[in-house]
């Protein structure tokens, strides 16, 4: 089956007016935003929210009768490689993390009143979420560890346990919770999830985690991350979201997307990086010439645009095949680049910025932000070492070994192999010579 990462000309035209409209619009209020504060903010992108949902492009990641555009993986591929180069354009668009895949949820395994109660004003912009899931004092990657856990009673559910790194739990609205509500089952089967406003009597934010990428905790209402404690939080029974016991397998088809539209907008942060480290090597000069003409210069140019070309075509590959054959069939694809993505964003934004020297260092440029960024980005959604194992564990089922133990291309035994096979051939070669 062929790739076809096309599209028509008219989604062509959408394309081009959002990259212009997030560099013209969204990119300024980066420099502003401290001044704005979240309020400001909030004013100065109401309008441009506006806009968006008059093109037709607000909340694209959700089917239409979910008040989404219903594109496929490979157009959101497109979209969010724009996005992707400015924190605040996610926001603007209606498909900010984390907020995008827990209305993925909600459309997945939501009862109709819990739609009407939680997914239609988060689609509409009314309502902020978080995914609480990672534990202090458990690996968050490996969600069987869960200690959390969520009690049932006669008229509901008491959830008891930590949580933290809950992104934007401090100014959300609702959590989406994974307790253990079976201890003795299957380690998949153990886990629930439930919806739990965050003004719940038990539900305590403790704070926002100070973090390399947001070092001053707070960054409003466009991510943070949150401990939180909830002690004796009694929740009724149509808090429990999906079917019990199928946590663990709503985290991964709501994981598996997310990984892949954070490898999206990662192609867009690499970009805006890469114009930076070009612009710079032909405007600043040193050694008797411009930073272009050093090989060093060059080979780093080199590679980063041949490191981005692949990570472009993995993430669109990983995108056209779930449009294809669905999220499950993508698994490995999506594992594969979202370690290798990390590290082409890392790479990438490194290079820019050692060659912008101290300027790059400072905050007069977004660089050192992006690099933040970028060092978080081996850690959330399940860290690289992670994806790796599942990379490889995937492509060694492929093979097996020799029975006899004897390499299949060990030399002297294929030459007896083939000697024995063309024997006449050979006795009349020999015979000639």
């Known amino acids: ?53 008059s093109r037709g492009l607000w909340a694209a990641h959700l089917p239409p009768d979910l008040g989404g555009q219903g594109f496929g993986q490979v157009k959101l591929g497109l979209m969010h490689e724009i996005l992707g180069s400015s924190p605040f354009a996610p926001f603007v668009f209606g498909n900010q993390a984390p907020d995008s895949g827990n209305s993925e949820i909600l459309a997945m395994a939501g009862t109709e009143d819990q739609k009407e109660q939680w997914l239609h004003p988060l689609l509409a912009g009314d309502l902020r979420s978080a995914f609480s899931m990672t534990e202090p004092h458990t690996a968050g990657s490996d969600p069987t560890l869960l200690e959390t856990r969520a009690e049932e009673t006669a008229d509901g559910w008491v959830l008891n346990g930590r949580k933290w790194f809950s992104t934007n739990a401090s100014v959300a609205d609702f959590l989406i919770v994974m307790a253990v509500s079976d201890p003795e089952a299957q380690k998949y089967q153990r886990a629930s999830m439930f919806i739990v406003p965050t003004d719940t009597p038990g539900v305590e934010i403790l704070r926002d985690v100070p973090t390399m990428e947001h070092p001053h905790a707070s960054f409003g209402r466009l991510g943070n991350h949150a ?4 002690e004796d939080v009694r929740l009724p029974r149509e808090a429990l979201l999906g079917t019990r016991g199928a946590g663990f397998l709503l985290a991964q ?5 997310g990984r892949i539209h954070h490898c999206m907008r990662w192609l867009g942060v690499s970009r805006r990086a890469f114009d930076m480290l070009c612009e710079r090597s032909l405007s600043r000069v040193a ?9 060093t210069i060059q080979n780093w140019i080199a590679d980063s645009a041949a490191e981005m070309q692949a990570a472009r075509l993995m993430t669109l590959h990983a995108a056209w095949r779930i449009d294809q054959e669905g999220a499950s069939a993508a698994r490995t694809d999506i594992a594969m680049i979202k370690f290798f993505g990390a ?19 400072s905050t007069d440029l977004p660089l050192e932000a992006m690099y933040r960024f970028a060092r978080a980005a081996r850690i959330y959604d399940g860290p690289d070492e992670v994806h790796r194992q599942s990379v490889a564990r995937q492509v060694l089922r492929g093979y097996s070994a020799p029975g006899d133990g004897v390499p299949a291309e060990h030399l002297p035994t294929r030459r007896a192999a083939a000697r024995e096979r063309f024997a ?5 070669v020999t015979a000639n010579d």
């Open 287 to 295: 050694h008797g010439g411009p930073l272009a003409e050093k090989q």
């Open 227 to 230: 401990e939180i404690a909830y």
């Open 253 to 257: 088809q709501r994981l598996g997307p």
């Open 424 to 428: 006449d051939l050979l006795d009349t």
């Open 343 to 361: 590290r082409v964003l890392h790479d990438v934004v490194d290079r820019a910025l050692q060659a912008h020297g101290s300027l790059g260092y």
């Open 1 to 53: 089956m062929a790739w076809d990462f096309s599209t028509e000309p008219k989604f062509q035209q959408q394309l081009d007016w959002m990259a212009s409209f997030v560099r013209d619009e969204i990119w300024p209020l980066e420099s502003i935003y401290d001044e704005l504060g979240q309020d400001g903010f909030d004013r100065a992108a109401g309008p441009l929210k506006d806009e968006v949902k």
